[in-house]
T-cell receptor
Framework: AQKITQTQPGMFVQEKEAVTLDCTYD???????LFWYKQPSSGEMIFLIY??????QNATEGRYSLNFQKARKSANLVISASQLGDSAMYFC????????????FGTGTSLTVIP | EAQVTQNPRYLITVTGKKLTVTCSQN?????MSWYRQDPGLGLRQIYY???????DKGDVPEGYKVSRKEKRNFPLILESPSPNQTSLYFC?????????????FGPGTRLTVT
């Protein structure tokens, strides 16, 4: 069975500092994709970053990077130089190559950026 | 503009009154899906569709129906809504069912069943 675990219900970070949001996963698929989404208070789901299980390098998109440790089955999101607009819910998600029909989400982490 | 649209955005209804939430995408995506979001539970998949006339159950399909008669549309039907179906619903689409494709989400439909 596929499972995504986010153990931090809420996080606080000072503006301009970096923050790491944790995500661990469990899958029997040999090949899979990992995704992070942001949900601001307005409610929409915004795709942030993707990491493929066979990618050799950690994914990076602007201020977002994914710290992928395959052996530990973790895919932590790092946000550098936090901004007030980063305050939101963040969801980690996974899709397996053999079970790509289904998309599994974690329970989310609420991030608050403090001025 | 590439997008996924949902209607209505907000809906208050009573127990047992059939309703349909529409979903449409203009990206020619093969894969479409419905999720519900509840506090503390994240997003849970209700149904998904790999292509026209191909649908399958997700993790929480009870009480819901879907159909995919056209590639762009994927309506969610609640034939006899109950209060435990009060939730925030998202429709999403992706290019295909591969593990490497991200999903694009609609704006969400907030449903209240009294």
């Amino acid at each position: 069975a596929q499972k995504i675990t986010q153990t931090q219900p809420g996080m606080f970070v000072q503006e301009k500092e970096a923050v790491t949001l944790d995500c661990t996963y469990d899958t029997s698929d040999p090949s899979y994709g990992l995704f992070w989404y942001k949900q601001p208070s307005s409610g929409e789901m915004i795709f942030l970053i993707y990491q493929g299980s066979y990618d050799q390098q950690n994914a990076t998109e602007g201020r977002y990077s994914l710290n992928f440790q395959k052996a530990r089955k973790s895919a932590n999101l790092v946000i550098s130089a936090s901004q007030l607009g980063d305050s939101a819910m963040y969801f980690c998600a996974m899709r397996g190559a053999n079970t790509g029909n289904q998309f599994y989400f974690g329970t989310g982490t609420s991030l608050t950026v403090i001025p | 503009e590439a997008q996924v649209t949902q209607n209505p955005r907000y809906l208050i209804t009573v127990t047992g009154k059939k309703l349909t939430v529409t979903c449409s995408q203009n990206m020619n995506h093969e894969y479409m899906s419905w999720y519900r979001q509840d506090p503390g539970l994240g997003l849970r998949q209700i149904y998904y569709s790999m292509n026209v006339e191909v649908t399958d159950k997700g993790d929480v399909p009870e009480g819901y129906k879907v159909s995919r008669k056209e590639k762009r549309n994927f309506p969610l039907i609640l034939e006899s809504p109950s209060p435990n179906q009060t939730s925030l619903y998202f429709c999403a689409s992706s290019l295909g069912g591969s593990a490497y494709y991200e999903q694009y989400f609609g704006p969400g439909t907030r449903l209240t069943v009294t």
